[in-house]
T-cell receptor, first 111, second 115 residues
Framework: EAGVAQSPRYKIIEKRQSVAFWCNPI?????LYWYQQILGQGPKLLIQ????????DSQLPKDRFSAERLKGVDSTLKIQPAKLEDSAVYLC?????????FGQGTRLTVV | AQKITQTQPGMFVQEKEAVTLDCTYDTSDPSYGLFWYKQPSSGEMIFLIY??????QNATEGRYSLNFQKARKSANLVISASQLGDSAMYFC????????????FGPGTRLSVLP
């Protein structure tokens, strides 16, 4: 069974630029999460989807971050414009039962 | 309020010894799950073990066991016979069934296994 796929693995952008991350969850997993993990901290939830509907986006900075999950499968997370403090690893995870399965993440560096 | 507390920023253990990583949690949901994940330096989050709030017995998965003390709201991870490959960050997480069902993570504990 294929795992959660994320791309790109690494991205370096200048502040005020825009960036997008892509996630393909495990087939059949209805729940998809985007987490932000700042260096030295635990992951923090940005947004949770159930199929193509948003369950929780209370911690998503909506003035600059957006996410969508078209057709309830793939998802994209966008940041526009990026700030220095957005430098982090962005983790996508999917879940069907109890545990969540994570992708390898996208390491974003904003300079 | 912090829902998951991991009080050990870093731990050292000698190879082949056992080690306990602490985790305490806070919830008012009677139905929840507790998880431990391992994050090596490569960055991926690897699921290790799961304990449901209604499970009577402590969960075990190979060399990993979860010491679940519900009244104390603790869910410590025990790794037996440590190996050099166990060196990584370890995160405790909780998922509340009735409050959103997202995973809330603690700050993590960095485990270093010494040869």
């Amino acid at each position: 069974e294929a795992g959660v796929a994320q791309s790109p693995r690494y991205k370096i952008i200048e502040k005020r630029q825009s960036v997008a991350f892509w996630c393909n969850p495990i087939s059949g997993h209805a729940t998809l999460y985007w987490y932000q993990q700042i260096l030295g901290q635990g992951p923090k939830l940005l947004i949770q989807f159930q199929n193509n509907g948003v369950v929780d986006d209370s911690q998503l900075p909506k003035d600059r971050f957006s996410a969508e999950r078209l057709k309830g499968v793939d998802s994209t997370l966008k940041i526009q414009p990026a700030k220095l403090e957005d430098s982090a690893v962005y983790l996508c995870a999917s879940s069907k039962g109890n545990e969540a399965f994570f992708g390898q993440g996208t390491r974003l560096t904003v300079v | 309020a912090q829902k998951i507390t991991q009080t050990q920023p870093g731990m050292f253990v000698q190879e082949k010894e056992a080690v306990t990583l602490d985790c305490t949690y806070d919830t008012s949901d009677p139905s929840y799950g507790l998880f431990w994940y391992k994050q090596p330096s490569s960055g991926e989050m690897i699921f290790l073990i799961y304990q449901g709030s209604y499970d009577q017995q402590n969960a075990t998965e190979g060399r990993y066991s979860l010491n679940f003390q519900k009244a104390r709201k603790s869910a410590n991870l025990v790794i037996s016979a440590s190996q050099l490959g166990d060196s990584a960050m370890y995160f405790c997480a909780m998922r509340e069934v009735n409050y959103g069902q997202n995973f809330v993570f603690g700050p993590g504990t960095r485990l270093s296994v010494l040869p």
